[in-house]
């Protein structure tokens, strides 16, 4: 209502005869603000169909119940704040690095939007794996298994990252449009290996989770916001590098971080990752990366079809080393 009907009944387009009344409850100088006032009456609808549910709620206070949940999700809500200084924390230190920060974080924020197609699916894996970490903790498979996620997620996103970045034109064109926007596209692949990064790290991360170690989550995170502070000051200020050293930045904070979790977790909770495996396919997919973006063809309907081609051969090595050899198996949560 407040964002199509209501608007045109004002514009005169229909309904006009509804003007007056409209006129009273509608004003277009609220514009985008009308997108959290019907955000708020679509949730208090809820109220009024869920009011015997919510008289029957006795609130009591029950600190012996509560201390062990703070202890465990305070140092977790520190965490996601500093997270997501880590993510978004450009687009406040921009405004004071450059002389005119709005075409600047239009135009990073550009690139960084394309590398959010990659962090979906990891934000994905995030609320599903937890539960099933947590499921399987307590069975003797569980490091065994916890590794052969691992290894399964990396070459997965991998195949992500090669075919966002390899067919980085394609994608431009159709998410982007204007020419000015494509501008920071060559930091792409460093922002997609950061978030690649930060995906190992979600996974790592379950051992503090699972042990009930959550500080340990915030002390990473902190760290890795004052690496993202002082690659900005240092990097970004620089004029040669610019907005590339906001990119440089998140992948050594989230690099770091994984680094900490890995060798602090394998004393609490050790599994047995294969990273010199991951390595290899990592550095072979930055390798094609690099080498296939110089290429630029004249007539772009080829372009996009080398892009493709060059894809569908990386994911067919990808599955004919690996494809073949992957076999789900459920695992007893029992001990």
Not at 5 to 18: C, D, K, Q, W
Not at 107 to 135: C, D, H, N, T, W
Not at 177 to 183: D, H, L, M, S, V
Not at 190 to 214: A, E, H, M, P, Q
Request: aromatic share 18%; charged share 10%.
């Amino acid at each position: 209502l407040f964002l199509l009907v209501f608007p045109a009944i004002t514009n005169g387009e229909y309904l006009t005869v509804l003007q007056p009344l409209v006129s009273k409850i509608y004003n277009p100088e609220i514009g985008v603000g009308y997108i959290f006032i019907a955000n708020l009456i679509a949730n208090s609808l809820y109220i009024p169909l869920l009011y015997k549910e919510l008289l029957e709620i006795k609130i009591r206070f029950n600190w012996v119940a509560f201390k062990p949940i703070l202890n465990y999700s305070f140092p977790i809500f520190l965490m996601g704040l500093a997270a997501m200084f880590n993510d978004q924390g450009y687009s406040i230190l921009f405004n004071f690095l450059f002389e005119n920060p709005e075409e600047q974080i239009g135009v990073y924020g550009s690139a960084f939007k394309l590398s959010v197609l990659m962090m979906l699916g990891i934000q994905a894996f995030r609320y599903a794996g937890e539960p099933f970490f947590f499921s399987h903790a307590q069975n003797q498979q569980a490091p065994a298994l916890f590794a052969k996620v691992m290894h399964y997620f990396v070459i997965f996103n991998i195949a992500i990252m090669v075919a966002i970045a390899v067919n980085i034109e394609l994608i431009a064109d159709i998410f982007l449009g204007r020419p000015e926007y494509k501008a920071a596209l060559y930091v792409l692949p460093v922002l997609l290996l950061s978030k690649l990064f930060f995906g190992v790290y979600v996974n790592l991360s379950v051992w503090f989770k699972i042990k009930d170690k959550t500080i340990y989550g915030t002390y990473f995170t902190l760290i890795g916001a004052v690496i993202t502070l002082a690659g900005h000051l240092f990097l970004v200020t620089i004029p040669s590098v610019g907005y590339f050293g906001s990119a440089i930045s998140a992948l050594v904070c989230y690099a770091v971080m994984c680094i900490m979790c890995y060798f602090k977790g394998r004393k609490v909770f050790a599994v047995p990752y294969n990273f010199k495996k991951l390595a290899i396919y990592l550095a072979i997919a930055m390798a094609i990366i690099y080498a296939s973006n110089p290429i630029a063809l004249d007539n772009s309907w080829l372009q996009y079809g080398l892009d493709l081609v060059i894809t569908v051969a990386f994911l067919v090595f990808l599955y004919l080393l690996e494809g073949r050899n992957f076999k789900y198996k459920s695992v007893s949560t029992d001990r």
